[in-house]
């Protein structure tokens, strides 16, 4: 997806994790237990369970990964990619969950993570254009 805003701006709001729920309406809660950078974790909640999280990547302002688990059953791998496009930015991100709940309800869960990776990234495209005027 295409942001009109800098990498530095957008970079600030995803890693923010603390401010999450501020600008998706997904998050409900989030806290990062120290800096933004490999090995750190933090708990968010989104849906129906807390996620702990652990940062695995981090290249500033240009990539961030990380995994995940709720529920005790679903394991996540979600990775934010930022390159610079003419004066705007090309977020990409990529999430793959799997466990015996993505096996079992394998089309329901499917359609529920492109839900979110979608919303996500609408939530940051106007947070991130928002602070760019």
């Known amino acids: 997806m295409e942001i009109k805003a800098s990498p530095e701006v957008i970079w600030k709001i995803m890693t923010d994790i603390n401010n999450w729920p501020n600008w998706n309406p997904e998050v409900n809660k989030a806290s990062l237990n120290g800096e933004v950078k490999e090995g750190e974790t933090f708990q968010w909640k989104a849906g129906p369970g807390m996620i702990k999280s652990t940062i695995h ?5 240009r990539l961030i990964a990380w995994t995940g688990k709720t529920l005790g059953i679903i394991y996540a791998i979600h990775v934010w ?3 610079p496009l003419n004066g705007k930015t090309l977020v990409r991100t990529e999430e793959s969950w799997e466990g015996i709940a993505t096996r079992i309800f394998r089309g329901t869960m499917r359609t529920m993570l492109e ?4 919303s996500g990234l609408l939530s940051l495209k106007a947070e991130a254009e928002s602070r760019s005027k």
């Open 57 to 61: 990547s981090v290249e500033n302002e």
């Open 115 to 118: 839900k979110a990776i979608h």
């Open 81 to 83: 990619k930022l390159k």
